[in-house]
C-alpha cells in the first residue's frame, strides 16, 4: 500500500462532512472510514498532527476514473453517475448537500467531454422511472443539454458549470411533484398547478437552506421560467439572464422528449422543429438544435433497406449520422449491432421510428454492445 500524510489532501475533507477516503494510523492500520464525519476544525487539525495517512489507490476521483476508464466501461459509468446524482438531489436540503452535488457533478461533466455522442444517448435512452426517479432523470436530462449547448455557444468552464448546476437544482423542491404528473392521466389540479407556479421560489429556499451562496446561481433558479417578454413566472419579470434562459430552452427541449403516462415522448425532429417554431431566431435555440440535430444518438430510425436500428453518433451532416443496425431488411433481429454510415447507399435515414414501432429490447448488455462498437 502506498500512502500519503493526510495534510497533503486536506482540501478534499471538510469539517461536518462524510470523509470521501479511509484515514489510517502512521502504521497504516484503520483509524477511520470512509463516510465517517470529522465533527470540528480540532478534531481535523489533531489527525494532521499524529501523522495520518492516506492510501494513494483511495485518491482516485470519480472524474479521474471516467477519463481513465476504457470505452466499453463508460455505460456503466453513467448508470453509476446517475445513481450519484439521485443521491445528492433526494430529500435536499440535507447535511453535506454542496459537496454531495460536488461529487456527483464533476464525473457526468467528465463523461460528457469523454463523449458528447453518448451523453446526448442518455437524454433521449434514459426514461422514466419510479417515484422521484422521474423527476431526477428529467433534472440530469436538462442538465446535459444546458451543458452541451453552454459549449457551442463558447461559454468559459465556470458558466457552464454553473448552467449545470442550475439544471440540476431548479426543480429540487417538486421532484414529487414532477413523479405524480408523469403518471396522471388527468390536468394538474389546483394545488398541483400553486406548486408548479411557486417552484422555482422554493427551490432558491431550499438552495439556500443547503448553504448555496452563488447569487448567479440562485438567481438563475428563481428565474428558470421566466421569459424575456414578461410572459413567464413566477414574477413576469423580464430581466431573465443568460444561464436562466438558457436552462429554460434545456428544460422545454428536454420535456418533449420525456414521456408520460397520457403521451408518447416526441420525435427528436419534432421537437426540433417545435422549438424552432415556439422560439424563432434566437441563438440558445439554434445552438441546441444544432448540438443535438435531426437525428441525435438514441433515436430510432428506419434507414432505406428496410433495416431499423439506432442513432449512435452524429455524422458529418445533420442528416448522415452513424447508425448501429438492430435488425436486417426483414425486420429479423440482427445477432449484434451493425454500424453503418448513413452516407452509404441504401441506408440514408428513411425516418424516424418510436421505440414501440422498433420493436427491439434494450438490455443493459446490448447496449453496451451499441454504444461501444
Not at 396522471?184 to 389546483?190: E, K, R, S
Amino acid at each position: 500500500m502506498q500512502t500519503t500524510h493526510l495534510s497533503v489532501v486536506r482540501h478534499r475533507i471538510h469539517v461536518g462532512e462524510p470523509l470521501p477516503f479511509n484515514v489510517r494510523n502512521a502504521d497504516k492500520t484503520l483509524l477511520l472510514a470512509r463516510g465517517q464525519v470529522v465533527q470540528t476544525p480540532e478534531q481535523l487539525e489533531a489527525l494532521f498532527e499524529r501523522g495520518a495517512l492516506v492510501d494513494l489507490a483511495e485518491l482516485q476521483t470519480a472524474a479521474d476514473e471516467v477519463r481513465q476508464a476504457p470505452r466499453e466501461q463508460l455505460p456503466r459509468l453513467w448508470q453509476q453517475t446517475m445513481q450519484r446524482v439521485g443521491l445528492a438531489l433526494q430529500h435536499a436540503p440535507h447535511h453535506g448537500f454542496r459537496g454531495a452535488l460536488d461529487d456527483a457533478c464533476a464525473p457526468v461533466a467528465a463523461l460528457i467531454e469523454r463523449d458528447p455522442d453518448l451523453a446526448i444517448f442518455q437524454v433521449l435512452r434514459s426514461e422514466g422511472g419510479a417515484g422521484t426517479a422521474y423527476g431526477i432523470k428529467r433534472s440530469l436530462h436538462a442538465a446535459i443539454t444546458a451543458n452541451l449547448v453552454a459549449q457551442r455557444l463558447h461559454w468559459g468552464p465556470h458558466e457552464t458549470e454553473r448552467a449545470f448546476k442550475v439544471a440540476l437544482t431548479m426543480n429540487l423542491s417538486m421532484l414529487e411533484l414532477q413523479a405524480e404528473l408523469s403518471r396522471q392521466v388527468t390536468p394538474p389540479t389546483d394545488a398541483q398547478r400553486a406548486q408548479l407556479q411557486s417552484h422555482p421560489l422554493r427551490s432558491r429556499e431550499m438552495l439556500e437552506l443547503a448553504g448555496i451562496a452563488d447569487a448567479d446561481w440562485l438567481l438563475a433558479v428563481e428565474r428558470h421560467h421566466e421569459r424575456e417578454d414578461g410572459s413567464g413566472y413566477p414574477r413576469g419579470c423580464t430581466d431573465v439572464g443568460d444561464i436562466a434562459s438558457l436552462v429554460r430552452r434545456a428544460d422545454v427541449y428536454t420535456s418533449k422528449l420525456a414521456a408520460r403516462s397520457h403521451r408518447d415522448a416526441l420525435a427528436a425532429d419534432r421537437a426540433g422543429r417545435e422549438m424552432f417554431m415556439e422560439d424563432p431566431g434566437h441563438p440558445m435555440t439554434a445552438a441546441l438544435v444544432k448540438e443535438f440535430g435531426i437525428y441525435p444518438p438514441g433515436c430510432f430510425v428506419a434507414v432505406d433497406c428496410g433495416a431499423i436500428g439506432i442513432v449512435v453518433q452524429r455524422g458529418p451532416t445533420v442528416t448522415t449520422p452513424v447508425v448501429a443496425l438492430l435488425t436486417n431488411e426483414r425486420r429479423a433481429p440482427l445477432p449484434a449491432p451493425l454500424r453503418v454510415e448513413t452516407s452509404q447507399p441504401g441506408y440514408g435515414i428513411a425516418g424516424i421510428v418510436s421505440e414501440r414501432q422498433a420493436g427491439v429490447e434494450l438490455t443493459p448488455e446490448r447496449l453496451v454492445q451499441i454504444t461501444v462498437g
